[in-house]
């Protein structure tokens, strides 16, 4: 009997060790930016707590400011993980955002046209970062910086050429009534903060042509847009063969390529989503502030690269999450406006940035080793 218990009984595969589920927390890559988010909120709480900065209309304003942050860390994230680097995303913001409102209010094409045409170019963009750092095997570092200066260069001449400035206004204007311009530049949930300001929750405005009206007109699609690319980048990356292969294309390509894994092909289109995500970003600014200038999105590049690594990412690859990465940009957003709500002069944001990007990265590197045993 007891032979025949000992037979049924499963063998344990000593090739697998088991982790128990406070070690699987201490090891994901997000943990540090979770603790870098409750001290940064614990600090501003403290500070900042009566200035308005938790009312409604303070969150609407550095929750703006982190979704601006979120788009890019997104695609910079996945980017990152897969082991490369885009040092062109702030020029390709103000590209991107050009080539709109060349096309809607100095070629008049109509609104809805101007922005396919521009992730259009976009993603070709982005497919010859990745084929040039593909096929000639340099360092992603050095392509997309080359492409970093082809692309503000380009968007000086083209803007400077057509229409003898750099600041072109008018697409407001121009986009009104059309609804994929909407998608960028509205605003959703309106009813709902027109209730909330008539019961005293939302402030109203007392004087001026929108008097009566609520402070917080409503949620930007910026933050919509923010929400659903952290959810897809999580989705991909967690949930998908897809994201296994973004990580093992970063952890060790030579060895992912003898598996079978398109390493090639995860890099290039990764470099595309990165420029989509860019310009994303471009088309919801310049539908907010209905102008584009060729100026825009300069050192994005590295605030997107930022929020990563404070999310927990390696600046090597393989190893990152997109939750850590959106942490990163809201701790980002928190800290810049916090600063204002304060009343702390705004040239020490970017030094509190620096600390915080020293601090994270120590706790990141710290938590792993002792976790992993890595010396």
């Not at 406070?22 to 890559?29: D, F, M, S």
Request: aromatic share 12%; with cysteine.
């Amino acid at each position: 009997m007891a032979e025949t218990q000992s037979a049924a009984a499963p063998h344990k595969d000593e090739r697998i060790r088991e982790i128990s589920s406070v070690r699987k927390a201490l090891i994901r890559p997000e943990l540090g930016a979770i603790c870098g988010t409750i001290l940064v909120f614990m600090f501003f709480i403290a500070i900042a707590g009566d200035s308005g900065m938790f009312a409604p209309e303070g969150i609407i304003n550095w929750g703006t400011v982190s979704a601006q942050f979120a788009i890019i860390a997104v695609g910079a994230c996945l980017l990152m993980i897969a082991g490369e680097f885009d040092l062109s995303v702030g020029s390709m913001i103000g590209f991107s955002g050009i080539m709109i409102a060349l096309m809607t209010v100095h070629w008049g094409f109509p609104t809805w046209i101007a922005i396919l045409v521009a992730i259009a170019l976009a993603l070709a963009i982005g497919a010859l970062n990745g084929y040039l750092v593909m096929k000639t095997s340099l360092p992603s570092f050095i392509v997309t910086l080359a492409f970093l200066y082809i692309l503000r260069g380009l968007t000086i001449f083209i803007s400077i050429a057509t229409t003898r400035k750099t600041i072109i206004g008018g697409v407001r204007e121009a986009a009104e009534g059309d609804p994929i311009a909407w998608l960028f530049g509205g605003k959703v949930f309106s009813g709902l903060f027109v209730w909330l300001a008539d019961m005293g929750v939302v402030g109203k405005f007392v004087a001026g042509p929108r008097a009566g009206q609520p402070v917080v007109e409503g949620i930007p699609m910026l933050m919509i847009w923010a929400i659903a690319l952290i959810v897809f980048g999580h989705f991909l990356l967690t949930r998908t063969r897809f994201g296994n292969w973004i990580f093992a294309s970063g952890g060790d390509a030579q060895a992912a390529r003898y598996v079978g894994v398109p390493v090639n092909r995860v890099k290039i289109l990764m470099f595309m989503f990165s420029a989509f995500c860019a310009t994303i970003f471009a088309t919801c600014q310049v539908m907010e502030f209905g102008s584009a200038a060729a100026d825009r999105g300069l050192l994005k590049e590295f605030e997107a690269i930022i929020s990563v690594v404070i999310g927990g990412a390696l600046l090597t690859g393989g190893y990152g999450s997109v939750v850590g990465a959106a942490l990163g940009a809201l701790i980002f957003g928190v800290v810049q406006q916090g600063l204002f709500f304060a009343g702390v002069e705004s040239s020490l944001f970017r030094v509190f940035l620096g600390v915080i990007l020293l601090l994270a990265v120590i706790l990141n590197t710290y938590i792993r080793r002792m976790i992993t045993g890595e010396r």
